[in-house]
């Protein structure tokens, strides 16, 4: 059957400082929402990737969310991502009961990652940062960001394919919010058409990041936190939906899901 819908992948932080969250809930709990609410996949990260955030050590990420997975694992049996970029980290996950390595530097941040991800032998999703959390939102500058960032995550999948991954296995995610500002991001969702026309699976992952605020300031609005972003999530997330994205990464499972049931039923 041809998929005309998204999937919709909820988030799950087990971290005390994420930039949406930080902290406020039972990662369990929450993980149960999620599934309750519909999500098809669940990405659990140990680590916050949000600007300025500070690295964590190996041992203290994995016990964040090693318990956590197999927890979710002992009662569901849907596919669970892990948010990491450390390969030790995703090895742990895997043995917990992980089927997905979601990393946001794309296989590049150690020597071992494509090695690691090719061996694991689950799905990969590649994604594209500017810099690192601590310094990406530092003035990004890009020539030509589509380009670029087109160009960085297609040699990005043919270097995990050289290490093994095959390429069914692979998923492209432009990165929004990292190391772009707003007219970078636009334009990046603009060409989501583009970037799914390569042969890969496009990720598209918008929820809730700072650009909506910022476009709401540039039209004159009162700058909103990031809970209250929800119009501009969905927005996002329908506009690339329709133009060839395959998942979409999401924190408010329900609204996302009662959006694409009316976008199927409008269309289809």
Do not use: C
Request: charge should be negative; avoid cysteine; glycine fraction near 10%.
């Amino acid at each position: 059957m041809t998929q005309t819908s998204p999937l919709i992948m909820g988030i799950v932080n087990a971290t005390p400082d994420s930039f949406s969250d930080g902290g406020a809930y039972d990662p369990l709990e929450q993980a149960q929402k999620l599934i309750r609410d519909g999500a098809d996949v669940l990405d659990i990260g140990g680590e916050s990737t949000r600007p300025g955030a500070e690295p964590v050590s190996v041992p203290a990420e994995i016990a964040r969310v090693v318990p956590l997975i197999a927890a979710i694992r002992a009662g569901w049996d849907g596919p669970i991502s892990i948010d990491t970029l450390k390969p030790e980290v995703a090895r742990a996950a895997f043995q917990a009961g992980a089927t997905i390595w979601n990393d946001v530097t794309a296989l590049s941040h150690s020597p071992d990652s494509l090695e690691t991800a090719a061996a694991l032998g689950g799905q990969v999703i590649l994604m594209h940062m500017k810099g690192e959390p601590r310094t990406m939102q530092a003035a990004p500058h890009y020539q030509d960001v589509v380009s670029e960032v087109e160009a960085y995550l297609l040699g990005r999948a043919e270097a995990a394919q050289a290490a093994g991954v095959r390429r069914e296995q692979i998923w492209l995610d432009p990165g929004i919010g990292f190391g772009k500002n707003l007219t970078h991001n636009l334009a990046l969702i603009r060409a989501s058409e583009r970037l799914a026309g390569h042969g890969f699976p496009l990720l598209m992952a918008a929820s809730r990041k700072r650009f909506i605020a910022a476009l709401e300031e540039r039209e004159g609005a009162v700058a909103s936190g990031a809970e209250a972003r929800l119009g501009g999530t969905i927005a996002v997330h329908l506009y690339a939906a329709d133009h060839g994205a395959k998942m979409v990464r999401v924190h408010d499972v329900a609204a996302m899901k009662q959006a694409l049931r009316l976008r199927a039923a409008l269309k289809f």
